[in-house]
């Protein structure tokens, strides 16, 4: 040891000895000064930790806290491993957030996925999520919606005047049929109307359920919007004819140097088309929870600068007011992107079918025009 760690040393312990008298205050002063930091650490409002705690996935359901008692809903896990088999139980097994617990190998981990306390072990994770519940509520809305139609319609027949619910929802069937379908397919939308108005109906329901209090972030979610993009992929790939693969892999009245070039931009076009309706529906609905949540985190946060309530409270007439400006716009783009998707699902699938008459008779009357 050196000279300068004994200087240290024998410093320190003249320092204690000084103090010594004083030691038990000093103690009682630094254990309620700590306290006070801890609860104050505890008061801090974390905004980012609530807004990407409602955008995300989770294992239970959380609705609202009352100080430190959570309401939440404890969903179903459900686990297959070949070593201990099928394992089902609550995710209420697994403790809070604050104190995670182990229950049959299995925990949460600090991202809320499960993992097993055997790294080495494989499980496939069928568990009801939040986002799989609040699929599983769409579509039984969804079924109740079109079977209550549809019974109507078989009841009264067509040449009936709507009336109740079948009136309120036969203009938007109609919307889809005239301005969406007919335009995009011709002749052939009647064979793809079912597909069109569930994709419509589908992302439109569970982008209004998401904006209900406590509502899933279901459609603002990569995964659920990739899986819908994906459906819609597959029907063009098993609808397309011969045509539409001669124009993208031999495209006529095209140089041979220049098809080695253009030939893998229109493959690659092909598959950016689902990934660009996947991420467009996505980031737009995310955004709007993000940007709702932002607004209403701005109460909180105005009111713990210099520990003042009422800046939270006179900022909170701002923050309700664009919270409902942003909302009532939320419901608008609910209905838009369901369009949109839509639209270009229709438009997509309309390209893979057309013909090509089409694209001769529009090139006569182009020339006729220039001509």
Known sequence: ???????????????????????????????????????EEASKFNASEIIFGHVSDAHDWHFFSVGEHHVSLPLPIIIYSKTKGLSVFSSAKFGHEEHREVYNGYTLDEHNKIESEDKSESFYDLSITKNVLS???????????????????KQNGAHVAPSGFQNALEPVIMFVRDDVAKPTLGAKYQKYMPLLLTLFFFIWINNMLGLLPGGANFTGNITVTACLALISFIVLLINANKHFWGHLLNPPGVPLPIKFLLVPIEIMSLFIKPIALAIRLFANILA??????????????????????????????????????????????????AFIFTNLTAVFIGQAIEDGHGHEEHDHHHEEATA
């Open 135 to 153: 699929m599983l509520i769409g579509v039984v809305l969804l079924l109740i919606i079109m079977l209550n139609v549809a019974k109507k319609y």
């Open 1 to 39: 040891m050196t000279g300068k760690k004994y200087i240290y040393l024998v410093g320190l312990a003249c320092t204690l000895l000084m103090v010594l008298p004083f030691a038990k205050s000093f103690a009682q002063e630094h254990v309620a000064e700590a306290k006070a930091e801890t609860k």
């Open 288 to 337: 709007g929870h993000i940007i709702i949540l932002s607004i209403i985190s701005l109460i909180f946060i105005f009111s713990k600068m210099g520990q003042n309530p009422a800046a939270g409270y006179g900022f909170s007439i701002v923050s309700l007011a664009f919270s409902i400006f942003m909302f009532f716009l939320e419901l608008m783009v609910a209905a838009i992107q």
